[in-house]
């Protein structure tokens, strides 16, 4: 327990020692604001004319993500049909582990089109308020 509490005084010691070696730059508002300033005006000096397309991130991930999700089913197909043999070909005590293994396969499974669908769902909220 010491050792726990030891731990976690020095990470935290270690933290506060970075963010006060983070050099701060603007110390009062009208300094900020004019960074802000010339922030935004150089944007629209490079910009100008550039329109944001809120479709090109997904579709430079679309194709990174097919290929995650095809591979994704291709070891969960293997891993199925070696799981089916397993338990066509075991004993008893082997069987009940397999049906453990199962377990956490349909879950894993489940995740896989879950988060899919999930994804799919978020870029067609995000798409119609857009």
Do not use: C, H, Q
């Not at 009208?30 to 000096?45: L, Q």
């Not at 991930?61 to 070909?89: D, E, F, N, Q, R």
């Amino acid at each position: 327990m010491k050792k726990k509490i030891f731990s976690v005084m020095i990470i935290t010691l270690l933290a506060f020692l970075v963010i006060g070696m983070v050099p701060v730059r603007a110390t009062d508002f009208s300094s900020m604001k004019s960074t802000a300033d010339n922030f935004i005006s150089k944007g629209e000096k490079e910009g100008a004319g550039k329109a944001i397309d809120p479709n090109e991130p997904v579709k430079g991930l679309m194709p990174i993500a097919s290929i995650l999700l095809g591979a994704g089913i291709a070891v969960a197909i293997v891993t199925g049909l070696i799981m089916g043999v397993k338990y066509m070909l075991s004993g008893a005590d082997e069987t009940a582990k397999l049906k453990e293994k199962l377990i956490w396969w349909v879950i894993s499974v489940a995740v896989m089109f879950g988060a899919v669908a999930i994804t799919n769902i978020v870029i067609n909220v995000m798409n119609s308020i857009v």
